[in-house]
């Protein structure tokens, strides 16, 4: 499986994912909350952040059903979904990721069957390639 490319403004990401907390980058000036992270908050211009924590619950804002033909890495996998998932804490952030029956589950472990568009979920997290990874769990299996 591939693993996500870490630069310097993302870094703080992965490393609270490591400890298991889901944290998004917040203007300290302005207070706005914004993902992907990046030094200069759009909003204000201000370069002051921190990473706030959020509770890990969220809803499917959208999703899809890749389809042959697909990296090698994902073929053996398919049926699976992508998802990108609205943060109750922060409604204009959403984060891509896959809805799987259990954090250590392969990513085809969900019938597509059972995904609603507005599902809430809730965060899990995984080590994928010495990475550890979000992952998302429906809150009503």
């Not at 201000?46 to 042959?68: N, Q, T």
């Not at 969900?110 to 010495?130: H, N, S």
């Amino acid at each position: 499986m591939l693993t996500p490319l870490i630069d310097e403004d993302g870094a703080p990401f992965w490393e609270y994912a490591a400890r298991g907390e889901l944290r998004v980058q917040g203007c300290t000036n302005c207070g706005e909350l914004r993902f992907p992270p990046r030094p200069c908050c759009p909003h204000c211009q201000s370069f002051d952040s921190e990473w706030r924590l959020m509770s890990g619950r969220g809803r499917i804002w959208s999703y899809v059903l890749p389809h042959p033909p697909l990296l090698p890495e994902y073929a053996a996998q398919a049926p699976y979904n992508a998802v990108l998932v609205e943060l109750a804490d922060a409604p204009r952030v959403r984060l891509v990721g896959n809805v799987v029956a259990a954090p250590d589950a392969p990513l085809n472990s969900v019938d597509p069957a059972r995904l609603r568009i507005g599902a809430p979920v809730r965060v899990a997290f995984t080590e994928v390639d010495g990475v550890t990874v979000p992952r998302w769990l429906l809150e009503r299996p």
